[in-house]
């Protein structure tokens, strides 16, 4: 059973963005997520952090669990399969580490374009459901608790995907801070993004790409934040308010 110390009110905006100018493309829709602010004495941030596939950034993980900052994680069940350490470590600490559902192999919840970013999209709705369900019974297997989040690869949606993902149950995991913007920046730009993060951010990166220079990054900027004041939440110590701003969100 989930529970947490403390259950802050957040607030989740759902806005659409144009692929391109071309009125024949299809569109896609860009979730944003906020927790409420905490206030200059208590500023707040949430940490969630995408496992894709590969491996794990220990330098992530480490700087997480010897200060003590709580983050969710965003499990595919491609990386539960090739990091069973890593996994029973983020299990073994329940009071950091909240496990979410990324899907099963990292494919974005769109239906109405073949490819997002270079990803091979789902492309029907049969195909959305099927990575999404892939994803809760690898978890279930796992035996890590059933999730209440979903991010898809790319965190872009199509309408069709908004809403599979909330008749399934689920709630759509947005982000208001793209930290690493998908793990390509340098270490000192991701620490400089990370450490300007304002309070109520939900800041997105990731902990599954080790050999690149953007982990040291997001290592070091969320101890720049923890020393200038800030709490980390994670999304399950939140209560959400949905505002639809777009037909099917």
């Known amino acids: 059973m989930r529970s947490a110390s403390a ?5 989740l905006l759902v806005a659409p963005a144009g692929i391109a100018t071309a ?47 709580p983050a969710t994680i ?15 470590v983020m299990k073994a600490h329940p009071d950091l580490f909240e496990l979410e559902n990324h899907g099963l192999n990292h494919v974005p919840a769109i239906d109405n374009q073949p490819t997002m970013f270079g990803l091979k999209t789902a492309g029907s709705e ?15 297997r796992a035996s890590v608790a059933k999730p209440v989040w ?14 599979i993902i909330h008749d399934m149950g689920y709630r759509v995991a947005g982000y208001s ?16 993004r990370i450490s300007a993060a304002k309070d109520g951010d939900v800041i997105i990166a990731h902990i599954n790409q080790p050999s690149r220079v953007a982990g040291e990054g997001v290592a070091k900027g ?5 020393k200038k004041g800030f709490r980390f939440v994670r999304l399950q110590d939140v209560t959400v308010s949905a505002q639809p701003v777009h037909s099917g969100v």
């Open 7 to 11: 259950i802050i009110a957040a607030l």
């Open 23 to 69: 009125k024949d493309q299809a569109s896609f829709v860009e979730p944003k997520l906020y927790i409420a602010k905490g206030g200059s004495a208590s500023p707040q941030v949430a940490l969630t952090l995408d496992a894709c596939s590969g491996q794990t950034d220990l330098r992530i993980l480490n700087t997480l669990v010897e200060n003590r900052i």
């Open 74 to 88: 965003f499990v595919t069940a491609r990386w539960m399969r090739r990091n069973a350490e890593a996994l029973a």
């Open 126 to 140: 049969a195909g959305i459901r099927s990575e999404i369900q892939g994803g809760v019974d690898a978890m279930s």
């Open 150 to 163: 979903y991010r898809d690869a790319t965190a872009r949606y199509s309408e069709n995907g908004i809403r």
């Open 177 to 192: 801070l793209n930290a690493d913007m998908g793990a390509s920046l340098m270490a000192g730009q991701v620490e400089k």
């Open 222 to 226: 969320v101890l720049a934040l923890q």
